[in-house]
């Protein structure tokens, strides 16, 4: 019977859990119930009960109290009372520590909040279509035979119909072509409107654009159908109901309106007014082309796969489809099928030959801010901790004092973190508040065009908290488990120098991380603004000051060009007039060309535009040989060419001049009459490429204005007036160059801008964080500073020496930092084909600067720690 | 101490005093499968025991080791007079409740 014994590890078990007390009744009474089982139920159904009592004998009454859960059992809510109470007293004691740890947290987490509302909102674009997964956009790639690829978003008009029954896998695809500029008329109400497309059917079903009214399914069915915003709707039809209203669009054709959309969501890569039904659109005279075109790439294409598919795979079947059709054997051809939650970020590479308003974000910018966002909250939340262990030294005797009255070190650990985490929880909600506050501000800064989502606020909130919580908790970590491990005595007994030693080398550490992080975003911000300077100085090869871009509808132009030109030039503040089909700043699209007497294989891509007479004299570029168009050729009209230096190259032509150049798809060659400098019409992230000049056979509608030198205002007006009385009802829409020049770094000036904001705020916490640490330790030192002076230290030698060290770290932070701005700074520059070489003179002028600040920080508490009076600090020895 | 009895609390009480000196954890458990038919585990009675000693109810010390047990020690309850005055408190008004059904109810029709 004795034999029979329950299973030893289960009884091991209970021990190890059960409290000592209980321990023994209540083995015996299972030991009891495990024999009567036995007799009655067997040995095994007698060890599965016994196994399984042990297991539910786990209570609150049974289980072990750990040493502090004794003490905290019964009164926690007391005690956390009492900790809050003790924890304000303590900040309440040391109001300049808790303000600047406070608020210089705050700052630091408000600034990641309005980064991370930004980054969000970036990586929202696109996705708030219903079918985002599976729509794509196809991209066209071709690498011509100077080698060079060239990406580009648009694709021929044939494409999308030649789709049809070839492609099982795609569900829906649809074209757009975008408006250059129409004119609309309702009643006495007219609008030159250029933010819109020509649409297939099955826009609005693939995209889920929301609609006030109108069928997605067949709005833009039928030809002259308009679908256009609640906005633009209201410009024309005031209050009333604009669907099923009629609009004219170009004095020519009647629109219906089928649809009205409701407010664009601005996260959208595709931002339009209005939608006109694509059988509407009739291709320019001029052009050469028709819808049934392979070669023309002048529209966008968007296809709705099925689910499931590889877009990969399906860029062969489009590239055979297009070999099928084509007679031209272009192998350097390709089609690349882009998912459309990669468009806005990754379509930076890609040229869009149309200038439609197509919106594109900056991965370089998103990384540069999470980067930065991430070192301000390293900083920020450094000063904390360092802030946090040099006060809490100066409590030391407190602590000794809690233990000899019997507190525990899991209760002062326990103390001490919830002093730190109500610290950062209050600074949490100063920064929220803070954010809210600024957004608006930095919001327009930025150009954004975001509000405050208050529901991402109020989701953004438990994700805060515990990051800040998990702050709160590693700042406080240090000096709680520091403190509660020194032993009461020696807390007690009046040791200044131990207490100030404790956590030293953490708080060196921490300054040095701050500082190289500040150097680093002082260097940064010096080459990016140096960088962005650089690309609007560089020369163009072109005169950018003084003139004006006009923008007139073809029909304006064809009727008053020559006119107004012949008027406006009697004006003596008027020193030439020029027109072309595209202006400096805007992409020029590519042309084929083809030496005369050279084999067809030999075509070559280079970039043109269709120019005026004094276009050259207009633009300020320099002719090298030969002339310009001229009035007086006529033959220029129709067969001259003039080349950049740098297409006589890629032509390969020794003697250009007077040399005929076939310009397709016009019949006849081309006489060169002309060899100019290069010059870069487009941003200076792209080198200059070999481009050729043709005066205009299809409709062009920039009129180029060169104004003389002084007083820009008075002569604007001027020509206002001249321009009033020459075309009266033609508007005169002007924009100047060097304005829209610099409107292609509007993202680097974002970016650089937005850096020195951040940066400053960097190495603003930064100082806070070393101005509240140094005057700690002044306070500590001043009996020091007084005995000094006793022995007749002079001011000077006792504020060096209480500031030295600091001088030594920063010097060391900046070793630190410099070789890794280096490298960070120099991938950033690669971006760009023409960049600053970075000098040592930027590290240096960075550590200078920030030293000098950390002086200008420190010196105040050094004057002060200079000027005690020996007899106030030394009284009480 | 003003606490309650609760129903189980209430029979582990009634057995605690019933047993005298002799009521443990085991013994308590078993007359409530005996006598009442009703399945427990061992690990509620003893938490109601224990919470009966929060309670002031019962009064415990250890006595009684034996073979069986593993020559371990019961703990042995007895109860309080606070005990007996809250088992006399439920017993009156369960009385005063009975005493409200008229006859009939319970004794005439079935």
């Known amino acids: ?877 | 101490m003003k606490a309650n009895l609760g129903e189980f609390e209430e029979i582990v009480l009634l057995l605690v005093a019933g047993q005298h000196d002799q009521a443990y954890g085991l013994s308590i458990t078993e007359a409530i499968e005996n006598e009442l038919g009703r399945s427990v585990t061992l690990s509620s009675v003893h938490t109601a025991l224990y919470r009966l000693e929060d309670k002031g109810f019962v009064e415990s010390r250890l006595g009684g080791a034996s073979p069986t047990r593993g020559g371990r020690r019961k703990r042995l309850y007895i109860i309080t007079g606070p005990g007996k005055a809250a088992l006399k408190k439920t017993m009156a008004a369960r009385v005063k409740l009975w005493q409200m059904i008229p006859d009939f109810v319970i004794e005439g029709a079935h």
Not at chain 1, 359 to 382: D, E, R
């Open chain 1, 1 to 877: 019977m004795l034999s029979k014994r329950p299973p030893g590890w289960a009884e091991r078990f209970f021990e190890f859990y059960c409290r000592d007390e209980l321990s023994e009744s209540i083995l015996g009474d299972l030991q009891e119930r495990f024999h009567h089982d036995c007799q009655k139920l067997g040995k095994m159904r007698a060890q599965l009960n016994y196994c399984l009592n042990i297991l539910r004998f786990m209570n609150r009454y049974t289980l072990r109290k750990t040493r502090y859960s004794q003490h905290q059992n019964k009164g926690f809510g007391i005690m956390l009372y009492h900790h809050l109470q003790t924890a304000y007293r303590h900040l309440a004691k040391h109001k300049l520590y808790t303000a600047l740890n406070i608020f210089g947290l705050a700052i630091g987490l408000a600034s990641c909040l309005l980064i991370a509302k930004f980054l969000v909102n970036e990586l929202s674009y696109d996705r708030f279509h219903d079918n985002t997964e599976t729509i794509h956009r196809i991209n066209t790639h071709f690498a011509g035979n100077s080698g060079a690829l060239t990406k580009m978003v648009n694709t021929p008009p044939a494409l999308i119909p030649g789709l049809g029954n070839v492609f099982p896998e795609v569900e829906k695809s649809t074209r757009l072509r975008y408006v250059t500029r129409v004119l609309l008329e309702q009643g006495d109400t007219r609008f030159y409107e250029t933010n819109g497309f020509y649409a297939d059917s099955l826009f609005l079903e693939i995209f889920s654009f929301p609609l006030v009214s109108g069928s997605r399914s067949t709005a833009l069915d039928q030809p002259n159908s308009i679908v256009m915003s609640e906005a633009m709707a209201s410009k024309y039809f005031g209050d009333d109901d604009p669907f099923g209203k009629r609009i004219n669009l170009n004095n020519e054709v009647t629109l219906k309106v089928t649809g009205v959309l409701a407010a664009m969501p601005t996260n959208s890569h595709l931002q339009f007014d209005f939608l006109i039904s694509f059988p509407t659109y009739e291709v320019p005279e001029g052009y050469f082309s028709d819808l049934s075109s392979w070669s023309w790439l002048g529209f966008l294409s968007y296809l709705q796969l099925k689910e499931d598919v590889d877009p990969a795979a399906m860029e062969g079947k489009l590239e055979q489809l297009y070999r099928d059709n084509t007679s031209e054997n272009r192998a350097d051809y390709h089609f690349n099928v882009q998912p459309l939650g990669d468009i806005y970020l990754g379509s930076g590479a890609l040229v869009d030959d149309l200038a439609s308003n197509l919106q594109g974000g900056n991965p370089v910018t998103l990384y540069a801010l999470g980067i930065v966002a991430l070192l301000i909250l390293l900083i920020a939340s450094f000063n904390f901790m360092n802030l946090s262990v040099a006060v809490s030294v100066s409590r030391a005797k407190e602590i000794g004092l809690r233990k000899m009255l019997g507190a525990n070190n899991g209760g002062i650990i326990v103390q001490l973190l919830t002093e730190s985490i109500v610290l950062a929880t209050g600074a949490l909600a100063i920064a929220y508040l803070l954010g809210v506050l600024a957004f608006p501000y930095v919001s327009e800064m930025m150009e954004w065009h975001i509000g405050i989502d208050w529901t991402q606020v109020l989701l953004s909130f438990p994700l805060a908290l515990t990051i800040v919580a998990l702050l709160g908790v590693l700042a406080g970590a240090y000096p709680a488990f520091i403190l509660s491990g020194n032993r009461a005595l020696a807390a007690l007994k009046k040791d200044v120098r131990s207490g100030l030693r404790s956590g030293y080398g953490l708080r060196k550490l921490l300054i040095v991380l701050q500082f190289s992080i500040s150097v680093a975003l002082i260097a940064s911000t010096i080459v990016v603004t140096k960088q962005i300077a650089h690309l609007s100085d560089h020369e163009l090869g072109f005169d950018r000051e003084n003139v004006l871009i006009v923008k007139l509808l073809p029909q304006d132009m064809a009727e008053h060009y020559q006119t107004l030109k012949k008027e406006l030039l009697k004006k003596s503040f008027i020193t030439s007039i020029s027109r072309g089909e595209r202006s400096m700043g805007d992409p020029w699209p590519v042309n084929n060309l083809l030496v005369d007497g050279q084999h067809e294989s030999e075509v070559k891509q280079i970039l043109g535009n269709h120019v005026g007479v004094d276009f050259i004299k207009t633009m300020g570029i320099t002719i090298k040989e030969g002339r310009s168009f001229s009035e007086e050729f006529s033959a220029d009209r129709t067969n001259s060419i003039i080349l950049s230096e740098k297409a006589v190259d890629y032509l390969g032509l020794d003697e250009p001049i007077g040399k005929k150049v076939w310009y397709f798809p016009l019949d006849g060659p081309r006489t060169v009459i002309g060899v100019v400098e290069d010059f870069n019409f487009l941003s200076l992230h792209h080198e200059v490429s070999p481009m050729v000049l043709i005066m205009p056979f299809i409709d062009v509608d920039y009129m180029f204005v060169r104004l003389s030198q002084e007083s820009i205002g008075q002569k604007i007006a001027a020509l206002q007036a001249a321009w009033r009385e020459t075309a009266p009802g033609v508007p005169l829409d002007f924009q100047f160059l060097d304005s829209r020049l610099n409107k292609l770094y509007d993202k680097e000036e974002n970016l650089s801008s937005l850096i020195s904001v951040f940066s400053g705020l960097a190495v603003m916490l930064a100082c806070l964080g070393l101005y509240g640490l140094i005057a700690f330790s002044v306070s500590r030192r001043r009996k020091e500073a007084g005995i000094r002076k006793v022995l007749g230290a002079s001011m000077i030698s006792i504020m060096v020496r209480f500031s030295r060290q600091y001088i030594v770290l920063i010097a060391l932070a900046s070793l630190i930092a410099i070789p890794l701005a280096q490298y960070l700074l120099n991938y950033w520059l690669e971006g760009f084909a023409y960049r600053i070489e970075i000098g040592w003179w930027v590290y240096f002028a960075s550590t200078t600067a920030l030293i000098l600040l950390a002086i200008i920080t420190i010196s105040h508490q050094a004057i002060s720690a200079a000027l005690v009076n020996p007899v106030t600090v030394l009284r009480d020895e």
